[in-house]
Every structure is written in structure tokens, then in C-alpha cells.
């Protein structure tokens, strides 16, 4: 599948890891929006949150712990931090592989642009 977020969690291409274990993967945004703009996959391919199933709830609730983590180890948890899924295109998703955005490191604004 040509699926580039598949091939960063397969290191079939580079990028910068911060956490990895059997069920996801956590890795530096190549256009950083923030200080800290991290993106947490499932190693399973599905495009868009709208793909989800019963059998994924586990999954989706292991994002965000892995997102509490990589925010606890990065030190934006007590300041505070944005998780953002973005959905189809009117929502600004580019990859179709479902991701969690972690933002943070700056005053966020509301509502987003
Ligand atoms: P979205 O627009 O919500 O689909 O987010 C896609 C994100 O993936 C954007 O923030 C991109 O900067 C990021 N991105 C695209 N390609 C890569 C890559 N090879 N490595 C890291 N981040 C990427
Ligand atoms: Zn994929």
C-alpha cells in the first residue's frame, strides 16, 4: 500500500521517533506547527476516523495514552496541549492514514483557523 505514514511506521522511510511500541507510533511533524508538534499513529492502516469500527475502540483510547506520554516526556502536560484529528478535506486532512496531532509549547488559539 502506498501509504506514507504506513512506511514511517515500517522505517521505510526516515523520520524522527519519539515513541513506538506493538500498537503505535509517535513521531516528529516534518512542518512543526508548534515547539512540540508530534504525530501519534496506529500501525494499522485506516484513513480517516470515519473508518473506525468497534473492534478499534482500544486503539483509539491507546492514542491518547500514548499522547499523555509523549506529552509528559516533552513537558507541555501541566503548561497544557492540543490533540487534533482532522477528518476529510474541509478539516485540512492531507493523510489518509488517521493521526493525532500533538500541539504544544505555545499559547493556542480558539477557535482554530
Ligand atoms: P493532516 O493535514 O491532519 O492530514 O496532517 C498531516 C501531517 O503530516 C502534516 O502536519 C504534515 O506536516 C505531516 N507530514 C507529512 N509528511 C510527513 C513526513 N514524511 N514526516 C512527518 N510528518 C509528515
Ligand atoms: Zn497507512
Same mark, same amino acid.
Given at each position: 500500500?502506498?501509504?506514507?505514514?504506513?512506511?514511517?511506521?515500517?522505517?521505510?522511510? /526516515?523520520?524522527?521517533?519519539?515513541?513506538?511500541?506493538?500498537?503505535?507510533?509517535? =513521531?516528529?511533524? *516534518?512542518?512543526?506547527?508548534? /515547539?512540540?508538534? *508530534?504525530?501519534?499513529?496506529?500501525?494499522?492502516?485506516?484513513?480517516?476516523?470515519?473508518?473506525?469500527?468497534?473492534?478499534?475502540?482500544?486503539?483509539?483510547?491507546?492514542?491518547?495514552?500514548?499522547?499523555?506520554?509523549?506529552?509528559?516526556?516533552?513537558?507541555?502536560?501541566?503548561?497544557?496541549?492540543?490533540?487534533?484529528?482532522?477528518?476529510?478535506?474541509?478539516?485540512?486532512?492531507?493523510? =489518509?492514514?488517521?493521526?493525532?496531532?500533538?500541539?504544544?509549547?505555545?499559547?493556542?488559539?480558539? /477557535? /482554530?483557523?
Amino acid at each position: 500500500m502506498d501509504c506514507i505514514f504506513c512506511k514511517i511506521a515500517n522505517k521505510e522511510i /526516515p523520520s524522527k521517533i519519539v515513541y513506538e511500541d506493538d500498537i503505535a507510533v509517535a =513521531f516528529e511533524d *516534518i512542518n512543526p506547527q508548534a /515547539p512540540v508538534h *508530534i504525530l501519534i499513529i496506529p500501525r494499522k492502516h485506516i484513513p480517516t476516523s470515519l473508518a473506525l469500527t468497534e473492534d478499534d475502540k482500544a486503539l483509539v483510547g491507546h492514542l491518547f495514552l500514548v499522547a499523555n506520554k509523549v506529552a509528559e516526556e516533552k513537558r507541555i502536560a501541566d503548561r497544557g496541549f492540543r490533540l487534533v484529528m482532522n477528518s476529510n478535506e474541509e478539516a485540512g486532512q492531507t493523510v =489518509f492514514h488517521i493521526h493525532l496531532h500533538l500541539l504544544g509549547g505555545r499559547v493556542m488559539q480558539w /477557535p /482554530p483557523g
